[in-house]
């Protein structure tokens, strides 16, 4: 089982709807989740992060945790062309020591 | 805002070179990672750095090392290159908080072994 899974997608949703990225883990002792968008042939880049169970918003980003259930997912309302992207999870495991990613989930918003 | 800087964008090196890729951060980070990013793959951890001197394994460390004499500064080695080797490098730094902060990103090496 790989640490951190994501769906590789292509996930194509349309202008305007609501994106929803999900992302799961495998160390339940895991402290800090990070979301991060990566446009083609440029480096990641942190749109969120999360640390407590709930919700956190930011704009038109919302990012949930759940570690019950060791789920983490990213929510992009009012979804544009422009977040067209691939979206890592990545996750900072019980050792505090290192950040584990995900394989990431290609997105693409149609118009 | 944090800089991370990586020595080269593109590099073309043979089989069997001995390779350094140099990164360079000008925020006072004490951690410090190599991961490697290959379609399909993710970015896989090499190596990091909690402080000068000090080094752990990633997931993937074999055909790699590295160097930190420097705070500011985290060299990859690729001792023998291979062709296996050609992929996207990347070299991030974050802080070493107890509320620990996100890691920030230089802009790449696509290391290509020929």
């Known amino acids: 089982q790989k640490e951190v899974e994501q769906n590789s997608g292509p996930l194509s949703v349309p202008e305007g709807a609501i994106a929803s990225l999900n992302c799961t883990y495998s160390?339940?002792?895991?402290?800090?989740f990070f979301w991060y968008r990566q446009y083609s042939g440029k480096s990641p880049e942190l749109i969120m992060s999360?640390?407590?169970?709930g919700d956190k918003e930011d704009g038109r980003f919302t990012a949930q945790l759940n570690k019950a259930s060791q789920y983490v997912s990213l929510l992009i309302r009012d979804s544009q062309p422009s977040d067209s992207a691939t979206y890592l999870c990545?996750?900072?495991?019980?050792?505090?020591?290192?950040?584990?990613f995900g394989s990431g989930t290609r997105l693409s918003i149609r118009p | 805002d944090v800089k991370v800087t990586q020595s080269s964008r593109y590099l073309v090196k043979r089989t069997g070179e001995k390779v350094f890729l140099e990164c360079v951060q000008d925020?006072?980070?004490?951690?410090m990672f190599w991961y490697r990013q290959d379609p399909g793959l993710g970015l896989r951890l090499i190596y990091f750095?909690?402080?000068?001197?000090?080094?752990e394994k990633g997931d993937i460390p074999e055909g790699y090392s590295v160097s930190r004499e420097k705070k500011e500064r985290f060299s990859l080695i690729l001792e023998s290159a291979s062709t296996n080797q050609t992929s996207m490098y990347l070299c991030a730094s974050s802080l070493q908080v107890p509320d620990y902060t996100e890691a920030f990103f230089g802009q790449g090496t696509r290391l290509t072994v020929v």
């Open positions: 750095s909690y402080d000068v001197k000090m080094k």
């Open positions: 990545a996750v900072l495991g019980s050792s505090a020591s290192k950040i584990i």
């Open positions: 160390d339940r002792g895991s402290q800090s």
């Open positions: 999360i640390y407590s169970n």
């Open positions: 925020m006072d980070h004490e951690n």
